[in-house]
């Protein structure tokens, strides 16, 4: 069967201009395609006509990371998911990223787009997600929110996932400022095991340089009104 409409791979596409950004916004899992300041690149692009490399850009939900081996408790009853990470074993980054989101508004600087996880194998949940992007003299700003819509009391956890560039340069020229007195140790299989206080390498609260520095963690216990500078070496 041959092919009847021009739609793109990544779905609908939505094209954000202010303050000199652009931004690029695919349907499909409401994913952030490209971020440009005055043409620089911010995020690593990928083209609407592309299958999405992976989860880059997307919305994550109702779970972001992984949920080990697939199996969680909830309400005192225990759920097994899809694997979605088989290297692994784990179930990775939600059930919404392939999802096809429906356009709520937009106008030249925002757009704010939803779509629906029906209930299903492993999470029996009827869950809106909403995503709303926007560009202005602050920048980019994503707002992810959801919504109860079944009858059942839902687990839901939300992030974004875009792909941020180092440039010009490379990575090792960047300080990384992280506001945040804990992070969740990975020591297996990239499976958070519990919190651990910062230190070392891993303690960005006062901006630390990534020239040596390998970070694949999830940091809690944010300070949000906390202004780091560079500690002296």
């Known amino acids: 069967m041959s092919a009847t409409t021009s739609r793109a791979a990544s779905g609908v596409q939505y094209r954000l201009e202010n303050c000199g950004y652009t931004a690029d916004v695919a349907s499909v899992g409401a994913s952030l395609r490209s971020l440009r300041i005055e043409g620089r690149d911010l995020i690593v692009p990928f083209a609407a006509n592309e299958v999405r490399p992976a989860f880059r850009g ?14 969680y408790t909830f309400d005192s009853e225990s759920r097994s998911l899809r694997i979605t990470e088989p290297n692994r074993g784990h179930a990775l980054h939600g059930l919404a990223a392939w999802l096809d989101f429906d356009l709520v508004a937009q106008s030249a600087h925002t757009v704010e787009l939803t779509a629906v996880i029906e209930p299903q194998a492993g999470y029996p949940h009827r869950v809106q997600i909403t995503a709303l992007y926007s560009l202005g003299a ?19 956890g939300l992030s974004a996932h875009p792909y941020l560039v180092a ?5 090792d020229d960047w ?20 919190g651990v206080d910062v230190d070392g390498d891993l303690d960005l609260r006062y901006g630390q340089s990534l020239s040596d520095v390998s970070v694949d963690h999830a940091y809690t216990s944010l300070a949000l009104d906390h202004v780091a500078s560079p500690r002296s070496s």
């Open 175 to 194: 300080f990384l400022s992280v506001p945040a007195d804990r992070v969740m140790a990975v020591p297996r299989r990239l499976a958070p095991t519990g």
């Open 138 to 156: 602050e920048g980019f700003v994503t707002r992810i929110s959801a919504s109860n819509i079944g009858p059942s009391t839902a687990l839901v």
């Open 167 to 171: 440039g010009p340069g490379t990575v």
């Open 58 to 71: 997307a919305v994550l939900a109702p779970w972001p990371n992984r949920v080990v081996d697939g199996r």
